[in-house]
């Protein structure tokens, strides 16, 4: 059965707001836009806002949203490994988890708070940006809130996107990337992006978003919003990540690409990723439990150079070669197609080039991206 959830953010039933943020401005414009009921909670409370035993508690935990100010740097560098090829991204921490529950997700097993958070110190998070891109003058940064949650399941009542998609449209050298499964994109509608602003979508075959990515939107309804952001002047991004193996795969993929195409102009699309479902040891036991009618665990992995289990060689070659023929049949010149965190072997495989002869995936993408 299709779901239908397209704003994700309506999944929240209560906020809680850290008693040092009482007074936050921010604060108040959120928990206004949400109209859910508010409890203050101190420091030594945040460790029991919700009952049960973790990860247990993350089904009611997802219904659950702390307003809090975020006490490290707010950017980071993508944390790929040095066994696999990495596009030099890097990561805008905006908070933690999203009301999504995707089987797969590796937030399972990385994050040990089953409710969700949102840093309210914006004002914090601008001066770093403005520091670091000030102060490497002539680098290009390609920077994305997709990494720690979803940059719009909760955009409705955060307003986050509008701030951002701001100040990215007056720099010169920064490009951001907003990832979703949610098709909430009314925020994005008439601001002065200025091109800076790409809109990327994870998409995967209906079999895997109707049955493992609970909560988002159904495939239509992404296309939908993609189509839209390119009527407001976007480009838009899509990413083909985890690629799971399922019985009729195949068909799957071709259908969600031929769909794709047809609908959003192939022109418009910077760039597209393809990863192979991966995972750390750890989210099986979890995901297992929290989904037992999952079968996406029941193939034959390997453990990788990254420690995480992934498909062996040879089969992931196979769907690689099979979804990348697809694309490039279709897709623009200019669009990127890329690998996330894969080796040299299947890029020459698969692609017919290692990065390094194109100056690296970064000089790619940046060149997809229309920054050099």
Known sequence: ??????????????IYLAKNCADDPYAKEIIERAGLPVTIVSEEDMGSLVGGEYPENLKAGKKSLLLCRNQG??????????????????????????PMDCVYCILQAYLNNPYLSFFLNV????????????????????????????????????????????????????????????????NLQNLEHNGKTIVAWSLNSEEIINHQEIRAANFEQRLDAAARCVQWGYDCAFHFDPIVSYPGWEEGYRAVIYRLFEKIPAERIVWISLGGFRYLPALKKIASSRFPHTHIFAHEFIEGM??????????????????????MARCSPRTCIYFCMESDEIWQEVMGFRPTEKGGIGNMLDQAAGLK
């Open 1 to 14: 059965m299709t779901h239908n959830w397209r704003d994700p953010s309506v999944y929240l039933k209560k």
């Open 73 to 98: 740097d707010f950017l980071k560098d993508c944390p790929g490994t040095k066994e696999y090829r990495c596009c030099d991204y890097q990561i805008l921490n905006v908070g933690l988890g999203c």
């Open 123 to 186: 004002d914090d998070l601008f001066r770093e940006l403005s520091a670091k891109l000030r102060s490497h003058k002539g680098k290009v940064f390609r920077i994305g809130t997709g990494e720690f949650t979803d940059s719009m399941a909760l955009d409705r009542i955060t307003g986050l996107s509008k701030r951002l998609v701001s100040f990215f449209g007056r720099q010169e050298k920064g490009v951001l990337e907003l990832k979703t499964k949610s098709a909430a994109i009314e």
């Open 306 to 327: 990254d420690n995480k289990q992934r498909y062996f060689r040879k089969f992931r070659a196979k769907i690689y070669k099979i979804i990348y023929e697809e694309l």
